[in-house]
Nanobody
């Protein structure tokens, strides 16, 4: 079955950096659009970044453009999110998610297309 295990969260100072990782198993990783989304206490889930299965296309929510970078290593079945210039408003639980469509070139930016996600990793940005 699909397993997604996030790691790399923690406490960072404003302006600092963190890299999140997601280990995927149980499905043909390279054929799926993958994403990172986040949820802060009392707020709705927010799609942060997506990357196509082939890795050729990425997109980000406006608030992280220029600061976050999503990437993947299909040989390792791994997804990453490099987060630079962190802000207190980036504080949230971050989740790795697998899109429902089997198509390495498929692209969308819709949070409702992700039936599978991991347990999340907490990111706290505070001085």
């Amino acid at each position: 079955q699909v397993q997604l295990v996030e790691s790399g969260g923690g406490l960072a100072q404003p302006g600092g950096s963190l890299t999140l990782s997601c280990a995927a198993s149980g499905f043909a990783f390279s054929n799926y659009l993958m994403s990172w989304y986040r949820q802060a206490p009392g707020k709705e889930r927010e799609l942060v970044a997506v990357i196509t299965g082939a890795g050729g296309a990425t997109n980000y929510v406006d608030s992280v453009v220029g600061r976050f970078t999503i990437s993947r290593d299909n040989a390792k079945n791994a997804l990453y999110l490099r987060m630079n210039s962190l802000k207190p408003e980036d504080t949230a639980t971050y989740y790795c998610a697998k899109n429902r469509r089997f198509d390495k070139y498929y692209y969308s930016f819709r949070l409702d297309e992700y039936p599978d996600w991991g347990q999340g990793t907490q990111v706290t940005v505070s001085s």
